[in-house]
């Protein structure tokens, strides 16, 4: 059922990106999508939301899939318990709190994005006019990609059995603490690489897709970390080749 579950809201989100993609219905007056020269001083509170919305249904399509291990290892916790007559917790509560953390980031890209705009730094298909800009996102990711702190979190994202050692909470509320404090190790994990889509397209899915599998891979399988931080050395490359031929 947690399996279906995951496979349903996933397959629903990038279905719902698609879509945006397409420009049918009321997308079409998305800033910066399909309307070049909308000017974002007239953006409505309507334009708002739906670019809030866009980013919010983004993450859940692009980080749901790393977080299964993690989902899945607390749905069994809670089935186990209910055999033995013991409180559990629903595995939604935890799934709640850790998208609760990824709709915060997706406030704070849309702002950005919206900020973007108005300084006419972006494109109408969403990436970055300046060079300067686009070498300095792809320098910070790509030297992020080695720093311990991204290290420590990626730890913790890829060892599900000690998080659930060590965070395991009681009840509904306990459960999406723990989906937050999840959220917050992914979120710690992956933020600089989200900053890519600035570069590479908002709304570019083939993008999205990619830096979607390089986070599933970093969590998931045994080369992961140095996958990154070889992806890092080769961000940090291309970003100081912006940076000189913006210099």
């Known amino acids: 059922m ?20 397409s420009d049918v219905g009321p997308f079409r007056r998305m800033p910066g999508m399909t309307m070049p020269g909308m000017s974002m001083t007239t953006m409505s509170a309507t334009d708002a939301v739906m670019l ?8 859940a399509a692009m980080m749901l899939p790393s977080a299964a291990p993690m989902i899945l290892l607390v749905a069994s916790v809670n089935r ?5 007559a013991r409180p559990a917790a629903p595995t939604a509560a935890f799934v709640a709190g850790y998208l609760i953390v990824w709709t915060g980031f997706s406030a704070a890209a849309a702002a950005a994005q919206w900020a973007l705009h108005q300084r006419a730094l972006l494109t109408p298909a969403m ?16 030297l992020y990609q080695w720093l311990p702190f991204k290290t420590a979190c990626l730890g913790h994202c890829r060892s599900p059995l000690h998080f659930i050692g060590s965070h395991w909470r009681e009840g509904t509320a306990g459960s999406i603490l723990m989906g937050l404090s999840h959220g917050l190790y992914c979120l710690g994990c992956c933020w600089a690489l989200m900053l890519l889509l600035f570069v590479a397209g908002v709304m570019n899915l083939a993008w999205v897709a990619a830096i979607a599998a390089l ?32 210099a």
Not at 52 to 59: D, K, Q, S
Not at 80 to 84: I, L, N, T
Request: glycine share 12%; proline share 2%.
């Open 80 to 84: 186990r318990r209910r055999a033995q």
């Open 215 to 246: 986070v599933l891979v970093e969590k998931v399988t045994r080369l992961g970390p140095r996958v990154g931080q070889v992806i890092g050395l080769a961000l940090v490359g291309y970003g100081a080749w912006l940076l000189a031929m913006a």
């Open 127 to 142: 990436t970055t006019r300046s060079p300067l800009l686009g070498g300095l996102i792809l320098v910070v990711a790509g």
């Open 2 to 21: 947690t399996i279906g579950a995951l496979v349903a809201v996933t397959a629903g989100a990038w279905l719902w990106l698609l879509r945006m993609q």
């Open 52 to 59: 809030f919305v866009m980013w919010t249904v983004m993450m």
